[in-house]
């Protein structure tokens, strides 16, 4: 297991954790500010300052790409399916203009939340076959573009309406089935925010083997958790054991970036240099 | 699978659903008002009004009851340890004196939530392993007065601090390693509310088979959830689809009552009447 003690060289920066702090371009300042190597922008802030801006600040940066978040959301109606295939295509393009090293898929839930406007559905089995065609044909592309997809599983907490992928297990049953080869071209993004409390987890760590650990995120569960989605916690806070399932994937050959992803209320509202100076403490004694 | 949709004989009514309408004898007098024949009354609710009146109330109305509410809580470091045996083993003795054909079990998160003052852990494997444990010790116990243990598996929201068993494999296989004969001593409590999500969810109720299907709860999952512990929903208002998952739980040959226990802040402020005439209609039309 890598030693992260003395410097911060395996941090990266999901960038959604300082979004209300500054745009992109700001972020990538800040980064360079910090000796950050790597983030993983979202979509929407590449957007925001323009995709041309996005990849040449990336690239004048010398930044590294731990992922693009995101694609997926692939469940829709019938009336809404050849959009979400579209957008997921120029998720795929904008992930290669930028360098990306993959294009994390959150995969989406019921058909109204995924993809709005879409005919509600309590169909949780159907969803989930929609999410295996969609990854099938999303796959097809990318390969062609040479971006490895990374099926992120969410918590449970979220499979209404965000990703009816929920274990690490479901996530590799679609990757095997799609790439028995396990050539690289689709594997997992494994968050301990969503992984954590899964009594399988460490067993399918160890099955998804290093050809299918695109990328590890951290950040920590807090108990009591105040808002379902914007209260994580910063690393060390809350009751995850993160260096046990670092070490897990670090066993089965993982040698990325640790990426910060906290989505949070209370660290929206701190100065982005503070934030980040708690960020690479706790990387380096927590995570 | 029954047809709930002309009377309520088989609904069961969890006294927390009404926990801040009434003691435990006026929600016993609203069930004969509403003609609801099963209840699952909580062990501070029973204290609230004496064990002994709590038997006599539920006898002279004449109500089953679908189980007792709860107990568990297993995971306790040394010092808390003989405390939380002794209370469960009470858990036990007041089910029987009681009547109920189950103690729920919530087996207990991290040892500083489960039992507090126990040393603060993140291990959640150790966690595990004094569960399986507990279970076990109590097991024991409960065959000597033949009162069946209902073992919960809890939404994955609530692992650290309520019940580190979140799936319901992880509970059969407890009830497996413990009980292979399927002799009834101990089997599963299975709600909607922690269950619905699970990819793996109905191979598992198949599995369980009717030995060990000892409960059914109902309620539903909001979107979005205001709240992660009181913000059950109505069954209707959610997303869960419980008609599938009570046609599987009977076709494995189920025919007790279904149990509505919702924990609602909203709910909790609307009078008992209006809540349990809202409970009937959609025991009826959702269930």
Not at 31 to 54: F, K, S, T
Not at 111 to 120: F, H, N
Not at 168 to 180: K, M, S, W, Y
Request: negative net charge.
């Amino acid at each position: 297991m890598r030693d992260f003690s003395d410097d911060h060289r395996w941090l990266s920066l999901n960038t959604a954790t300082v979004r209300k702090q500054g745009d992109l371009a700001q972020i990538v300042d800040a980064c360079a500010r910090h000796g950050i190597r790597a983030i993983d922008p979202w979509r929407d802030q590449v957007a925001a300052i323009g995709l041309d801006r996005a990849v040449r600040i990336v690239r004048d940066a010398g930044l590294d790409l731990s992922g693009y978040c995101r694609g997926g959301m692939f469940v829709a109606d019938d009336a809404h399916r050849q959009a979400a295939r579209d957008d997921n295509r120029r998720a795929v393009d904008e992930a290669k203009a930028l360098g990306a090293s993959c294009l994390v898929l959150v995969v989406g839930g019921l058909p109204q939340y995924s993809r709005p406007g879409s005919v509600a559905s309590r169909d949780i089995v159907a969803a989930r076959a929609r999410v295996d065609d969609g990854i099938a044909e999303l796959l097809d592309y990318a390969r062609q573009v040479d971006m490895p997809l990374a099926i992120e599983p969410l918590h449970p907490a979220y499979a209404a309406d965000r990703a009816c992928v929920n274990t690490t297990r479901q996530a590799l049953d679609i990757c095997d089935r799609l790439d028995p080869a396990k050539s690289g071209a689709i594997g997992v993004a494994l968050d301990v925010y969503h992984i954590w409390w899964d009594p399988d987890v460490l067993a399918q760590i160890e099955r998804a083997g290093k050809a299918r650990l695109l990328a590890f995120h951290v950040c920590d569960w807090l108990v009591p958790t105040k808002d379902i989605l914007n209260d994580r916690g910063m690393m060390g806070d809350g009751v995850i054991d993160i260096r046990s399932l670092r070490a897990a994937v670090e066993a089965q050959g993982f040698a990325g970036y640790s990426e910060i992803e906290i989505f949070s209320n209370h660290w929206w509202e701190q100065p982005m240099d503070d934030l980040i100076h708690a960020c690479i403490a706790r990387h380096r004694t927590v995570v």
